[in-house]
């Protein structure tokens, strides 16, 4: 006797499958095919090794070795991101829908932490302004704010209070639909290693790098300010903008050089991150000593 | 009597925090950052020798190990050897070998201030501390001069809490100030008669 799979299988369940082994496809294929970005650096590339075993990610543990060790314990599918606050079409999302209609480029951006050291890292994402101009923001919306997932089961790091959690973070609404500005799905034409951010994170190359918050939760759109998680711990060490400036320096350490990652001597920091021609006009007539 | 091979013993026990980090750069397993974890790893070592340094007394009173005693100077030298290569590696690989940039770092950071004055303070010890130099300062001297070595302790583990403040990583520099808390709190009691022991004290 002869039973067709589709007898035991139901049919809104294979259906269901073949939608997502499609998207999934979609997904896959999209990464290689990105097309080169104006924005690229074409200095060497940190090596993947490095950029997915040396970074900053608390939720998994304080030391930079520890994302790479605890991160398999983070589940980023099934993912949703709920976007609310001041802007018309709110709405939760999941992942895949989240990112469908965007076309994944890559881009080649410095990344420079404010501990003073720096990578090259080739990101897979698209520009942030695209997604929030989805859920039309209103007139009165001048941040944006961003959250990191925050569930113990899955992020170790969170049983410990080295920062109030969940992870937070903002920008205003001009820096977050600056084309610079990108939520990253991979980096090196992969999936986003989960101690990189899984499934989806920001990144804003002209500042520090924790202002690129990870593992993306939750958008809201807002009138004032919203608080950011290293201001709320130091504030006078760690502002709201945090935009690399090397004439600006850390109460307790320089900012004028870095040690780029795989250099033995240090290098000078650039204003902005290398990218002030895109992004000074953003402050002219802020006094950035004063707006750190 | 104290065994021949006890000084020796420690002397190479002493060294392989060094070796072991010269072979880790050999084999290219220093990590992602090797500058800044051999930074690191030397600078943690002088704080360990100094407060291994400032233990022996204690535990000798403590325990009545007197073969303890000929250790400390060894020990001393050891934080004081590891505090300068230190030094030498934020100086050459941070800084460039650059004398002005070194001046400004330590007049405008208050934890490199901390950090450099602990060095100088044991730069002095080291140098009055063979046999020689402690029969010229003269014991009492002496003595008053080498109890700067609480203050190169105390700065050196302020140095060490201030730069993991920044980013909230207090648990390690926390348990090294407990440590020195304590041996020094033992310093106090004994001058007042009150310091544990697990023997009575001979009457003298």
Redesign the interface.
Known sequence: MKILSSEITPKDVYLNRREWLISAGLMVSAMPAAAASAFNTDEAKTPR??VT??N?FYEFG?D??DPAKNAHTLKPSPWSVVVDGLCAKPGTLSIEDLIKPHTIEERIYRMRCV?G?SMVIPWNGFALGDLLKRFEPLGSAKYVAFETLNDPQQMPGLRSP??QWPYVEGLRMDEAMHPLTIMATGLYSESMPNQNGAPIRLVVPWKYGFKSIKSIVKITFTEAEPPTSWNR??PR?YGFYSNVNPTV??P???QA?E?R?GE???RDTLMFNGYAEQVAGLYTGMDLKANY | MLPRWLKPTVFVLCLLPLVQLVYLGFMAKL???P??YVLRDLGEWALKFLLITLAITPLRKFTGWAWLAPLRRMLGLYAFFYAFLHLMVFFG????FDMSALW??VV????ITVGMLSLLIMLPLAITSTDKMIKRVGGVRWRRLHQLVYAAGILGVLHFY??KS????TTEPLIYAAVLAVLLAYRVADHYGHAPRLKRRART
């Open positions: 090794e490095a075993t040396y900053n304080t930079k070795s501990e050291w080295v920062l711990s130091a060490e320096d850390h307790r350490w320089s050089t040690r990652i033995f001597f240090k | 990590g992602v950052n500058v800044e690989a941070d800084l460039s400004r770092e405008r950071r208050p934890y201030w730069m920044s980013k909230n990583l």
